[in-house]
């Protein structure tokens, strides 16, 4: 088992901020998730790579509770939101999903910001009416998370003025100010141009300076290389090879790996 | 001359305010159930009841004349209770029968507008932790209203010459009183002030919806 693996590699370390475990989903009579564990552990970028339709995006719907799983478990430190009973994912109470929902963040593809609301009310709005936390506070940090997205001046502008790059650094910082224990994201610069995808992928790379906790789905192998600590191939529901970055992405062991690896340098 | 007609124009803006007053919101609800999935399973069909009432509701609105519905209204508590009609009993039959007709055009209007909302939307809330209601209020709402105004728009133009069907049943509204009035003078003036009037109104509801839009346009998706 993948997960085993990886707690055999570094023993002794902290307890892993997410943890799921033989995840399996299905849509209808196709098996998407075949089983597939991931443990990622507090201040670690793991690149989640792999072929469309492999399961990466589930994956990341599944443990960000998008979709339930049919099987396995999950759990954000001691928050268990589902675990396995004979094969079975039970899932636990609203109250405690609700929690778990509170450790994570999660940046589309697409962004999907809330058009009407400005750059600075995006940010702010879930912290102040869903955490409760005093407006000052939140709206301060806002403007350092502004800042340090390089968004400095589009406070009060609203998404549709923005370009994709800056649309997606709001969604970044969105994520950010709920104080997430990790941040999951599911292929961030797809929709962007090589110019706009480096503005990003920039501030991805701050983060993981910072020790920012991430599980990142990406076709950017370059990017992969240089800012996770772990890569995971996942094809046809299941975790062919994982490894450190220059392993799996330059030496790969697995035949499919390589096809794949190939297959996408051409 | 005027004064009389002016008069049933009260009326008819009375009859047009109450059916938005009522219409409007209730329209919500109709829509909201419209597109409930709660229900259960009977062997393979799954049945939504308040699903079902709600289409079923917006059928007999859509599908029969408003005209039929005052009568069915304004004779039902008489024929159905045996309940005496009494001189208002037209006028609460005519504006009931507004509302509930206006309010399933409303519900088919909301729930177009709901289900353009990209799921992406509802998906980010989601994963924010707002609440359900949150959701609706905060994040779908403002947008929907801003997608559904032209329809609206369409709906309430409408139901500013519709007020003239209240003629039917006799109320004196502008209608009633202009074809009063060609009767007794042998003119078709009284017709021709009457519709200036309906238009010069329609003219106001379109400049007061432009501004409506206008408001909404510091944004789009």
Request: aromatic share 10%.
């Given at each position: 088992m ?19 475990e ?42 960000t ?12 430190g ?10 079975r ?5 609203k ?6 929902r ?15 609301y ?10 102040i ?24 001046g ?30 999951y ?40 290389r ?11 529901g299941?975790?062919v ?26 | ?35 409930s999935?709660?229900?259960?399973s ?26 039929l ?24 039959a005519?504006v ?27 998906e ?29 728009g ?68």
């Open positions: 993948a997960s085993k693996q990886v707690q055999t590699e570094k023993p002794g370390t902290q307890e892993p901020v997410v943890l799921i033989g995840a399996r989903k299905s849509f209808g009579s196709v098996e998407v998730l075949k089983g597939v564990s991931l443990a990622v552990r507090p201040g670690e970028t793991v690149a989640v790579i792999g072929p469309s339709g492999g399961g990466k995006s589930t994956l990341l719907r599944c443990a509770m998008l979709e339930t799983l049919d099987g396995g478990t999950l759990a954000y001691d928050t268990v939101v589902a675990r396995d009973e004979g094969g994912s039970v899932y636990s109470s109250d405690v999903q609700a929690r778990a509170q450790r994570f963040g999660l940046v589309f593809q697409n962004y999907n910001l809330f058009p009407h400005t750059v600075m009310k995006n940010i702010t709005d879930a912290p009416c869903v955490q409760k936390r005093p407006r000052a506070d939140v709206e301060r940090e806002a403007r350092d998370l502004i800042a340090k997205m390089g968004l400095a589009c406070e009060e502008k609203v998404p549709c003025q923005l370009s994709g790059g800056q649309q997606q650094r709001v969604s970044i910082a969105r994520a950010l100010a709920m104080h997430p224990d990790v941040m994201f599911d292929e961030p610069t797809s929709a962007l141009d090589p110019e706009l995808t480096a503005e990003v992928l920039k501030v991805i790379k701050l983060l993981a300076a910072e020790d920012m906790t991430m599980v990142i789905v990406t076709h950017e192998m370059g990017f992969a240089e800012v996770a600590d772990r890569v995971v191939f996942l094809d046809g299941s975790v090879e994982e490894g450190p970055a220059e392993q799996v992405i330059d030496h790969p062991r697995e035949e499919r790996t390589r096809a794949f690896l190939r297959r996408i340098a051409e | 001359m005027m004064g009389m007609l002016l008069e049933g124009f009260a009326v008819s803006l009375q009859l047009f305010a109450l059916t938005l007053v009522g219409a409007i919101p209730l329209g919500v609800p109709v829509a909201l159930m419209r597109q999935t709660w229900g259960f009977v062997g393979r069909v799954r049945v939504r009841p308040l699903a079902l009432i709600a289409r079923f509701y917006i059928s007999v609105m859509r599908g029969t004349p408003l005209m519905q005052m009568f069915a209204i304004y004779f039902a508590p008489y024929y159905v209770f045996g309940i005496k009609l009494t001189p208002e009993s037209k006028w609460q005519c009931v029968a507004f509302i509930i007709n206006y309010a399933a055009y409303f519900a088919e209007i909301y729930r177009s507008g709901m289900q353009s909302i990209p799921r992406g939307q509802y980010a809330a989601e994963v924010l932790g707002y609440s359900r209601a949150q959701t609706f209020f905060k994040i779908v709402l403002p947008q929907v209203v801003k997608r559904i105004l032209p329809a609206m369409n709906e309430v133009i409408t139901l500013v010459k519709d007020t003239s069907l209240a003629f039917s049943i006799g109320v004196a509204e502008m209608f009633s009183t202009a074809k009063a009035l060609v009767a007794s003078q042998v003119s078709m003036v009284p017709f021709a002030i009457a519709a200036a009037l309906y238009w010069v109104f329609n003219f106001v509801v379109e400049i007061v919806l432009g501004r409506v839009e206008k408001r909404l346009d510091y944004y789009h998706d």
